[in-house]
């Protein structure tokens, strides 16, 4: 009886008689430790996916064929606080999430190589880019250049950041084969006003030889559009972004890298949502057609996005649609990352999964292991809960964590607080206490606001409710400069106005001068029938783990007879936690607080219409749930077994399948 030969692994097939070498170029094909490789890997974020379904999304990734994982490495989420830092362990409302050495080590035992993408900036649809707010304070800085201060706070995060990468390495007997030197860098070029910087890019090359980085050092842009504009020639390997036409990409890299192997580092499998838009999907055939391009060039490629996750949070990225620097052409994103990615947000299969399993198979060469498909997690639709309890506004402000007087407006990132590295993220209320307001007073706004606002006098909602996208349109939002708002035909004496401005999520892409990104009010000063207002109370609501679980003074809902924010629990009580979906329809505009962790953003104008919430954020018995509504609060919170966006045709319904 003939006995079939067990297939190696991953590891076993290329680690076999001793590591010698890494991934090397030096040939019109990749070889790892001196044996041939196509690379096959996929994008996943550890810091877009909880802890706890690291390994299951990492083994269906392996289950599908691939060779390798993804990621980027968010330095706004591992230096919170300016010289504060949290890899897994600092404490900070994300330390669940950080854990990037644990990370590439379950790749590994889940028999996969790891890419890294480390920064500084990552772009990724993550909030300023991935980038720490508190750069901000630093007036003359010049991100993503050679300029002194930049280069100081690059070197102090990458001196705490390279180290856990280094010891990580594929040639010291860890998962990592390749890292990135910045990241789509020749996307910054502006004939006249800014060349990339290739000093920057030597230094930054020079960080990482340093700290004993010894693998594969490459760049990523789009040829055609770019060139090598973004990469030091000859010494930096130039990798390919893009959503089609594959050939002309690699046909142009082939022109400025000879007899060196060609790679897509982003193939891009879906696309993102912005607020107020259409649900973006990619069709099926389309990538399974591009794809089958890809591997028959023959290339290897990094699926963009594999699996997309969450921007959990105040996380979410946003773009500025034209060349604008006063965010007129403000676009914020979602919450879910889902992407129409081969795994979805909650790491359901697709069936773009099944056409890359099929793909792999019939073009991989080197047969190894590949392990049996996970079952698909169990989403469950708990019971509708009744909001029980609220605080109106006038008492979430008198509990803020802090009151600053200030003279003139502020904005958020300039506030003494967080060992003055200012405030990243939330919403920054300004006070003005003892104002008169005779009828028909206008209230104006130099400038833009950045990104909404609620105006409020004596707690009273004046301005108008985000219900549907055309109101974007109109005052409170970033596409009005100098707006006016009149306050109404009563005469107020010893009134109290308050500008709540929330911070929508800082601007992840474009020219580097649209990397200003000062959030609240600060392009112009508050008037009030043409004098401006001075001597301000400035309250920051950053809506921190350790504030949200010590709310106290909750009292029985009153029924609003006016829109206005507020906050409104419930408890959601689990003899058993499982993967589900709260629904937000019902609310009109704000953030969902689940057990104090922010969980996200909800809007009524869509696409997004319920967030994801993973069993490891719950616990069994009660679990708190704090809505902070904008406008119009729901008396019920309902939960869903699906994601439920906003489709523009019945053709464009999820495909997750079972494996």
């Not at 550890?46 to 691939?66: H, I, N, Q, S």
């Not at 040829?223 to 990409?249: K, M, S, V």
């Not at 001597?535 to 950053?542: K, N, R, V």
Request: charged share 20%; with cysteine.
């Amino acid at each position: 009886m003939d006995v079939i030969p067990t297939l190696p692994s991953l590891y076993e097939y290329y680690t076999a008689g001793g590591i010698t070498s890494g991934l090397s170029v030096d040939q019109p094909y990749f070889t790892l430790n001196n044996r041939n490789i196509s690379i096959y890997s996929g994008a996943m974020h550890y810091f877009r996916v909880p802890k706890e379904y690291w390994r299951d999304r990492l083994r269906k990734m392996r289950a599908a064929g691939l060779n390798a994982v993804e990621t980027y490495v968010p330095w706004n989420l591992h230096e919170p606080h300016e010289g504060v830092y949290d890899f897994g362990h600092g404490g900070s409302d994300m330390e669940q999430f950080l854990d990037i050495e644990e990370f590439l080590k379950v790749a590994k035992e889940e028999d996969l190589f790891a890419i890294v993408r480390p920064g500084p900036y990552i772009c990724s649809e993550w909030e300023f880019g991935g980038l720490p707010s508190w750069l901000l304070r630093y007036k003359n800085i010049k991100i993503r250049t050679s300029e002194r201060t930049w280069m100081e706070k690059v070197t102090r995060y990458f001196n705490m950041l390279l180290p856990i990468l280094a010891m990580l390495q594929f040639t010291r007997g860890g998962p990592v084969i390749a890292l990135q030197v910045e990241n789509e860098y020749g996307s910054t070029t502006q004939p006249g006003v800014f060349t990339p910087d290739r000093l920057y890019l030597e230094e930054l090359r020079s960080l990482m030889k340093n700290h004993d980085i010894t693998e594969l050092l490459f760049t990523s842009d789009s040829p055609t559009n770019y060139g090598d504009a973004g990469t030091l020639p000859g010494i930096l390997f130039q990798t390919a972004n893009f959503a089609g036409a594959p050939e002309r990409e690699f046909d142009k890299l082939k022109q400025l890298q000879k007899d060196k192997p060609a790679m897509a580092m982003e193939f891009w499998s879906g696309w993102f949502d912005h607020w107020s838009e259409e649900h973006h999907t990619r069709n099926n055939d389309d990538f399974n057609d591009v794809l089958n391009r890809i591997l028959r060039y023959p290339a290897s490629v990094n699926m963009y996005m594999f699996h997309g996750g969450t921007n959990w949070g105040f996380l979410n990225g946003a773009n500025i649609e034209d060349s604008s620097t006063d965010n007129r052409g403000y676009q914020p994103d979602t919450t879910s990352y889902d992407y129409d990615a081969p795994l979805s947000e909650s790491g359901d299969y697709t069936m773009k999964y099944v056409m890359v399993k099929t793909l792999l198979s019939q073009y991989n060469q080197i047969k190894t292991r590949i392990p049996q498909a996970p079952a698909i997690s169990l989403k469950v639709e708990y019971p509708n809960l009744t909001i029980s309890q609220s605080l109106v506004f006038n008492e979430i402000i008198s509990r803020a964590p802090h009151k600053i007087p200030s003279e003139k407006l502020l904005p958020m990132e300039f506030l003494p607080i967080n060992n003055n590295s200012g405030q990243s993220f939330g919403y920054i209320v300004y006070r003005k206490e003892h104002v008169e307001i005779p009828r028909n007073t206008t209230l104006l706004i130099k400038g833009r606001v950045c990104d909404t606002i609620m105006v409020l006098v004596d707690g009273v909602l004046i301005s108008k409710p985000l219900t549907k996208s055309a109101d974007l349109k109109d005052f409170g939002y970033w596409k009005w400069k100098n707006s006016k708002l009149n306050l109404g035909m009563t005469d107020r004496k010893d009134a109290t106005l308050e500008l709540i401005v929330e911070n929508w999520g800082r601007n992840n892409f474009g020219k580097l001068n649209q990397f200003v990104q000062f959030k609240g009010l600060w392009q112009g000063g508050v008037y009030l029938n043409n004098t401006e207002i001075f001597d301000w109370e400035i309250y920051p609501l950053e809506f921190k783990k350790s504030w949200n679980d010590n709310l106290e003074g909750w009292h029985e809902v009153v029924d609003p007879w006016m829109p206005g924010p507020g906050l409104y629990k419930t408890i959601l009580t689990v003899k058993e936690k499982h993967d589900t979906y709260i629904d937000m329809r019902g609310w009109t505009k704000g953030i969902v607080i689940v057990n104090g962790f922010v969980l996200g953003r909800y809007a009524a104008i869509g696409p997004q219409q319920t967030l994801y919430l993973p069993a490891p954020l719950l616990k069994v018995g009660n679990n708190e749930i704090i809505v902070f509504e904008h406008f119009y609060s729901s008396s019920k919170l309902r939960f869903s077994r699906l994601s439920v966006p906003i489709f523009s045709t019945p053709s464009e319904s999820p495909d997750v399948i079972a494996i």
